[in-house]
């Protein structure tokens, strides 16, 4: 990474800032926070008088923008699943700021105060039609009730009311006080949802104790509007919605030829008036002086030639141009991850513990490569596998186009599909014991049996466990040294020599002393006198090594090793667990037609099927996590520290534009 610094004239500036912007060379700093010292001399830079007009317009396009994308028509269903729509890409050419302007005025001045008329017309219409179906909801209460609806409330004589309530024995105790009002009532509804349409016709001399009752034992109906019986105006309200209904279907059909003939060069103007509005914000990271501006930013250094020759040529020459080595502190740069393709998912596993920080050791590639591995490993069915891997082939050729995140996560999943069906082959598993039990017609059978180099295959988890557990802990070795030969080399480049030769290097001689004399005193190991104590004295130097570099805690550093290496157990845990819950959902299924023998028949592949499905959704999230854990806290705790953040460079980004190729 280099820093760089940038001095240009004024005059220059916008084709400057257009070219970085185009280049996507250079991550642009905001002077005003990371180096304040700058402002000391010098004055923060504004935005430019641009900004404004663009966010004006950008803000009026978004407008109509989510108005069509509302009323559009889109694929729903499988449909939308197995095709959904990709973003049309207008081709663009390079375009001014006022010719970008003009040309969203033609199409604003065209199509905007239609649009816009057009969704008012519709939420008035929503607002009426919703005004009349709370009448209907009202009136369908009242419709054996044989009075005009006009009549409700106060009159000389009476007080008429009308509602609904839940509790009608209480409103009846409630009104036996009151010798001059009527009430009539009818069910509707059953069990917990009962209620009573209510009518109550009182003598206006009782509408005090009335208005009481009624406040807390119905709810009334607000129907003063209307004139005639419930069932004429519930027709009458009908016919009215029918037509409010079609005028709204008829507006937002004429807004749907809209969405279609001008939604997409709707997105593309507003994306470019976005770029543009991007182009003239950046000034306020900028400094300045009376006539010229400095830009403070990163750069790549293997792309600092090409950002040096482009902005000279844009400039003709007239700029200052800096480029110095970074210090971690205080410059604190920012940190380029290089990804292959093929390992982009690794990355977002990677970016979900932190990000590494400036100089720090990468360990995207071998971190997903034992993900990939551990997964297999404790997931390991054959059957589970496959599943997995078809699913993802079907996400990545058929998704990966429409969206990159789909694909990188279906291209790791093919990996992982690929590892968990070699590993169930070679522990003898296949949803279970699925084929021997319901094939060969004995569990105890396996799916094959070979000789290689001796090793007897397939390996049976549940009937030698120990085997497995003895692989788990080889690979836990190989993976924690694999750590510290990382943190050994991230020492040396750091110049750390101290701690690359006492809290890193120390763990090399522990291993190998310790672990002969574990085996010479546990495990029998036959041990020459010579050998025995140079085992002794390689664990003498380790822990002098670790003691320098920790003090006496260092003991603890140690138990934490064995500790972490003890944790690669759970690849054998996690896989009994998925071989014994796929057994035992087998052995269930087997029982079923014995128990209910007509019935059972059709049960078994239903209960098989949600049975290995709940399994396999439950193991292969285990089989994730637990792999992830191993990574960011095993593996990481040998060298990562992380906190860094990621290279950000300012460049465009386009979703619905392209520019249009020049041909020389």
Known sequence: MKKIQIIVHQNYLEDLIKNLHENGLMEIINISKEETETLENLEQATVHSDAEICANYELRLSRLIDILKKI????????????????????????????????????????????????????????????????????????????????LGKSEYLIIKAGKTSDIENLRNNLKTLDKTELYYKQFGSGKKIEWAVLLISHISEIDQLEQVCRGNITEFNLKYHEGNAKDILNTLKKEKNGLQKSKKQIISELRVYAEKNLNDLLAVREEIQLEGIRKEVARNFAKTTSSYIIKGWALERDEEKLKSSVEKVTDGCIVYNSENPSVNPDNPPTYIETPRWAQ???????????????????TIIMGIFFVLFFGVMLGDAGYGLVILFLS????????????????????????????????FLTNSFFGDFIPRFFYGDPNLPLYSTNIFGIDLPLNPLKDPLTILMIALVFGLIHLNIGII????????????????????????????????????????????MLFYISGILVIIGMIMLFVAAGPVGFFDITGYVGDWLSYARLLALGLATAGMALAFNVVAELIPDLVPFVGIVLLPVILFFAHLANLGLQALGAGVHSLRLQYVEFFNRFYEGGGREFSPFKIKRRYTKVEEKID
């Open 72 to 151: 559009k028509r889109k694929p729903s269903g499988l449909k939308a699943i197995l095709k959904p729509e990709l973003p049309e890409k207008k081709t663009v050419e390079d375009f001014s700021l006022d010719e970008i302007i003009s040309y969203s005025e033609g199409i604003l001045g065209e199509i905007e105060k239609k649009i816009l008329t057009s969704e008012q017309n519709v939420k008035e219409l929503d607002d009426k039609i919703e005004k009349i179906n709370l009448d209907i909801g009202q009136l369908r209460y009242l419709e054996d009730f044989d009075f005009n609806i006009s009549d």
């Open 345 to 363: 998912a690794f990355k977002g596993l990677l970016e979900l513990f932190a990000t590494p920080r400036y100089n720090e050791v990468n360990p």
């Open 393 to 424: 082939l079907f996400g990545y050729f058929k998704f990966s186009k429409y969206s990159r995140i789909i694909g990188n996560w279906s291209f790791m999943g093919i990996w992982l599909g690929l590892t968990t069906t070699v590993v169930g």
């Open 486 to 529: 990382l943190g050994l080399y991230q020492a040396y480049k750091r110049k750390n020599y101290k701690a690359m030769l006492t809290s890193k290097f120390c763990f090399i001689p522990l291993q190998i002393g310790g672990g002969l004399l574990i085996g010479y005193f546990i495990l029998d190991f036959q041990l020459s006198s």
